[in-house]
């Protein structure tokens, strides 16, 4: 995959992900509030703060650690090791690439990494 090229689609879903993870935390911070308020929404469910509280922590950690993963590959670019597993040194593939910008590993130590 063309350096520019990953770079300008790394830096897009940085943006992308920086809007999600602000308006997820937001939303988060009012939720909290509202149940602090006790403006729970459905009474008969007393587990629906906790719930959404879960649930809203769990996209935020999603999105931080996609953040992460996409600071590291922008940071590979810089050091001229992009494309390169950051396990084995072995290319990855420009599919791989495509398709997932921030790929850190091979197809095959991902799938052994599981």
Do not use: F
Request: proline share 3%.
């Amino acid at each position: 995959m063309d350096v520019d090229q990953a770079r300008q689609a790394l830096l897009k879903e940085r943006a992308e992900v920086e809007g999600l993870l602000k308006g997820e935390q937001t939303a988060g911070a009012e939720d909290r509030a509202a149940e602090a308020d006790g403006a729970t929404g459905d009474m008969a469910d007393v587990a629906q703060p906790l719930t959404q509280e879960y649930e809203d922590d769990a996209i935020t950690d999603r999105l931080t650690i996609r953040l992460d993963a996409i600071d590291r590959a922008l940071q590979r670019i810089k050091d001229g090791t992009y494309g390169l597993s950051v396990k084995s040194g072995d290319r990855i593939p420009d599919e791989r690439l495509e398709a997932d910008p921030a790929a850190e590993l091979t197809i095959e130590e991902a799938r052994a990494a599981r």
